[in-house]
């Protein structure tokens, strides 16, 4: 049902080497590469996730409540990917671990304050 999900971004250089190395470690790759936007993806049909500076002109801000999540396969992948996202510089929202019955999630912020998870249903 999800396409892609489109993060803000105000330095699009680091943003862009961030996302480079945090989902390559999926095996997603840039399949759109643009002057001011790039998507990230597992292949064709697959979600994405995209960096832009926003259209306006303005600065790129968070939104309060909005979090991206990001579905992987074991809790040892949630394991590896939080902690790739803290060597990479984010900022902990939330270390991984269960959340629940049967959920098991990492919290993070990206360089620009944008809040993602890695988690996965066990």
């Given at each position: 049902?999800?396409?892609y999900?489109?993060?803000g971004t105000n330095d699009l250089a680091r943003a862009t080497k961030y996302y480079d190395a945090l989902l390559?470690?999926?095996g997603a790759r840039r399949f759109m590469d643009f002057?001011?936007?790039k998507v990230w993806g597992t292949g064709k049909g697959s979600a994405g996730l995209a960096i832009t500076k926003p259209?306006?002109?303005k600065p790129a801000t968070v939104g309060n409540g909005v979090m991206v999540a990001i579905n992987v396969?074991?809790?040892a992948k949630v394991?590896?990917?939080y902690r790739k996202a803290m060597e990479l510089g984010s900022k902990d929202e939330g270390p991984a671990g269960p959340r629940g019955d049967g959920f098991y999630a990492g919290y993070f912020r990206?360089?620009?304050g944008n809040k993602l998870n890695f988690f996965c249903m066990t």
């Open positions: 049902m999800i396409g999900v489109c993060l390559g470690e999926l002057e001011t936007f259209y306006d002109g396969d074991t809790p394991d590896a990917m990206d360089l620009d």
